[in-house]
C-alpha cells in the first residue's frame, strides 16, 4: 500500500521565498510553523507567534554541502524573547535561520513544549544528519499518557512540514539491518522502495554495501573505504574527516584500509562513493544493483524506458 498524500499550506508572508518569511500548516492540526533567515529576526519576533509559548530551531549552515548542518533545539514560554537573547550570545552564533513550533490555539503548555523540545533534540540526534548543539538530551518531564500521545502526534505533523522548509532533521533511522532472504532481488519494506547495492574495488580490496531508500543512500555498517583518500578540492573531504572525527569510520585491525561503524546516511550515491573512494566518484556507475549486476545508472534507466513504453501503450 503506497504511503497517503499530504497537503502542507504554505504562505510566503512578503511574498519572498528566497529571504522572506514562510509560514506552514496542515489543516486539522493546531500547530504552526514560521521560519525566516536571520536578518529578518526583527519581523519574525514582531509576529504574534513569538509572544507563544513554543519551541524553536536554530539552524547553521554547513561549511560545505556535504558536512551535517548545526542546530539548537530551545523552547520559551515566549518563544520571540528567547531568539533575541540568542542572537546576542556569541556561542549561538553560528545559526542562519530560525523556526517557530508554536499552536494556532493555547493549548501548548510548558510541559508540552519541554516534551517537544526533548524529542526534537533527541530524534535529530539520532538521525544523523544534523549536529545537534544541545549540552545534554533536555528532560521530558512528568505528563499524563494522553498529553505524551497528542505531543508524539504533534511531532509526526512536524516530520511533514519541517522537511519542506528546509529543515531535514527529524527523518526516523531508517533500519537496513534485516537484509532480505533472497539478496538477488529488489525488495519493499515500510511501503518504500529499497534497493540493495554494491561498490566493489579489487585493487583496494573495497566491498561496501548501501540501500537506496528514497533520496538517500545509506551505507551499512561494516562496509570498507580507502584508508589514504586522495582528495583535490574535493567537495566531500570535509564529510570524511567529520565520519572519521565521530568514530562513524574506523581504521580496520590491519591498518588497511577504514570500516564503517555504523549505518551512515548520505544524501547521494556520488556522495557515499566519494568518502569510500577517497577521491571523485560518480556514484551512478560506481555502484551496481544487487539483483541485477547493473550500475545504478543502467538500473535507473531500464525503469524509465519501461516507464515510457506503459506511457506509450496507453496512449
Not at 529576526?41 to 554541502?65: M, N
Not at 512528568?142 to 505533523?157: G, K, L, N
Not at 519494506?189 to 566493489?200: G, V, Y
Request: with cysteine.
Amino acid at each position: 500500500m503506497s504511503a497517503l498524500g499530504r497537503t502542507v499550506r504554505l504562505f510566503l508572508v512578503d511574498g519572498n521565498a528566497q529571504s522572506g518569511l514562510i509560514t506552514a500548516e496542515i489543516i486539522n492540526w493546531t500547530g504552526r510553523v514560521v521560519v525566516a533567515p536571520r536578518e529578518r529576526l526583527a519581523d519574525l519576533v514582531r509576529r504574534p507567534e513569538a509572544e507563544k509559548t513554543g519551541v524553536y530551531i536554530l539552524l547553521g549552515d554547513a561549511p560545505d554541502p556535504s558536512v551535517r548542518r548545526t542546530i539548537y533545539v530551545g523552547e520559551s514560554d515566549v518563544v520571540g524573547r528567547r531568539i533575541v537573547q540568542h542572537s546576542r550570545d556569541e556561542q549561538k552564533d553560528f545559526f542562519e535561520r530560525v523556526c517557530l513550533v508554536t499552536s494556532s490555539d493555547q493549548n501548548l503548555t510548558k510541559a508540552h513544549v519541554r516534551y517537544l523540545e526533548s524529542r526534537i533534540a533527541e530524534i535529530a540526534t539520532a538521525s544523523g544528519r544534523a549536529h545537534v548543539l544541545n549540552a545534554n538530551d533536555p528532560p521530558t518531564g512528568v505528563m499524563p499518557e494522553s498529553d505524551i500521545a497528542d505531543m508524539e502526534f504533534f511531532i509526526e505533523q512536524l516530520k511533514t512540514v519541517l522537511p519542506v522548509l528546509g529543515f531535514d532533521i527529524l527523518r526516523d533511522p531508517i533500519s537496513i539491518r534485516q537484509k532480505p532472504e533472497d539478496e538477488n532481488v529488489v525488495w519493499l519494506a515500510d511501503s518504500q522502495n529499497r534497493l540493495e547495492l554494491k561498490l566493489r574495488n579489487s585493487n583496494d580490496g573495497l566491498l561496501a554495501e548501501a540501500v537506496l531508500v528514497g533520496d538517500e543512500i545509506i551505507v551499512r555498517e561494516g562496509s570498507l573505504a580507502r584508508k589514504d583518500p586522495d582528495f583535490a578540492m574535493n567537495q566531500y573531504s570535509g564529510l570524511r574527516d567529520q565520519l572519521i572525527a565521530d568514530g562513524s569510520l574506523q581504521t580496520t585491525d590491519d591498518g588497511k584500509t577504514l570500516k564503517f561503524c555504523r549505518d551512515v546516511p548520505f544524501s547521494s550515491p556520488s556522495a557515499a562513493a566519494a568518502v569510500i573512494y577517497g577521491r571523485n566518484a560518480n556514484g551512478r556507475t560506481s555502484w551496481r544493483v544487487k539483483a541485477t549486476e547493473q550500475t545504478l545508472k543502467e538500473y535507473q534507466n531500464a525503469m524509465l524506458e519501461a516507464a515510457s513504453a506503459d506511457l506509450e501503450a496507453a496512449s
